[in-house]
T-cell receptor
């Protein structure tokens, strides 16, 4: 059984560039979540999908952020016009509805 | 919305001792409380969870207790080992949707 996978694991980008991250959930899970974690803090919820439908978005998800899950399998998170404040670990998790969430290894973003 | 507070922020114990981490939550509608262990450079790993219809749950050296009236829950690790050293996060959840995390406890187990 493969767990949640994320790609890339690390990304360094210059301020103003666009970046895209990918998450592949556990295959039979139809819920997929994105969280952001800054140094020394717990993960903070960004958004989640049930199948291809995006059901909730946090106020943290500004209009520079967009997430998709077009076929209800993998998901992408895009950040446009990155800012230094976007530097963080971006975590993906998946679950069955009403069940525990399993996290991937995260993508660490550094904006210079 | 839900707010989860966690303490202590750091905890140092000797190998073999017990460790206790405590969390409080604000939303009385929260009904699911997982605990995650996070090692450096890795994603959070679910170690134990408890639902609001249960007061205590054990899994080998790890136990979680829940007091719904007081709105607090605790993680207990017995016979600690150096490999238990990590950051531990509690979380609360309403309706099994988004998780709201505490700020974490850095546990250091010294040999």
């Amino acid at each position: 059984d493969t767990g949640v996978s994320q790609d890339p694991r690390h990304k360094i980008t210059k301020r103003g560039q666009n970046v895209t991250f990918r998450c592949d959930p556990i295959s039979e899970h139809n819920r997929l979540y994105w969280y952001r974690q800054t140094l020394g803090q717990g993960p903070e919820f960004l958004t989640y999908f049930q199948n291809e439908a995006q059901l909730e978005k946090s106020r943290l998800l500004s209009d520079r952020f967009s997430a998709e899950r077009p076929k209800g399998s993998f998901s992408t998170l895009e950040i446009q016009r990155t800012e230094q404040g976007d530097s963080a670990m971006y975590l993906c998790a998946s679950s069955h509805p009403g069940a525990e969430q399993y996290f991937g290894p995260g993508t660490r973003l550094t904006v210079t | 919305g839900e707010n989860v507070e966690q303490h202590p922020s750091t905890l140092s114990v000797q190998e073999g001792d017990s460790a206790v981490i405590k969390c409080t939550y604000s939303d009385s509608a929260s009904n699911y409380f997982p605990w995650y262990k996070q090692e450096l450079g890795k994603g959070p790993q679910l170690i134990i969870d408890i639902r609001s219809n249960v007061g205590e749950k054990k899994d080998q050296r790890i136990a979680v207790t829940l007091n719904k009236t007081a709105k607090h829950f605790s993680l207990h690790i017995t016979e600690t080992q150096p490999e238990d050293s990590a950051v531990y996060f509690c979380a609360g959840n309403t309706g099994f949707q988004k998780l709201v995390f505490g700020t974490g406890t850095r546990l250091l187990v010294s040999p």
